[in-house]
């Protein structure tokens, strides 16, 4: 008799866990877009890589890594983004010099706004 009431809570009660769980990973993918635009970077595109990759159950996203050399050192930028937005991968060739708006994460430069210098 009890376990005809306890199983179906149990069952509620990961449902209700799960739902919530799959809400704020969907509300982490569309953040995914908002970046601190806390320093910005700019040189000469030496090397592109462009990958795609699972988040979250159906939702990708968009991984474009570039090498940028500039004066002083070159440094590894990424841009993330949700495969609702397109980066134009056309901007990116090799000797395009541009400038990256983001943040500093350890070795690597997370940027999502960038522009060409003329």
Known sequence: MVAAVVIPLLFLY?????IKDRRQKYEDYLNLDTIKEEAFI????LQIDTKT???VG???VNIVTILL????????QKAIRTSTTSIEPQ??????EVICYGYWEKDVF?????????
Do not use: D, P, W
């Not at 700019?42 to 595109?45: A, N, T």
């Not at 050399?69 to 590894?76: G, I, L, R, T, V």
């Not at 901007?91 to 395009?96: K, Q, R």
């Open 53 to 55: 990759r699972a988040f």
């Open 69 to 76: 050399h500039n004066k002083e050192h070159q440094a590894y």
């Open 42 to 45: 700019s040189g000469k595109v």
């Open 58 to 60: 159906k939702h990708y």
């Open 14 to 18: 990961f449902l209700v866990i799960t």
């Open 91 to 96: 901007v990116f060739t090799e000797g395009t």
């Open 110 to 118: 997370i940027f999502n706004r960038f522009r060409v210098k003329a």
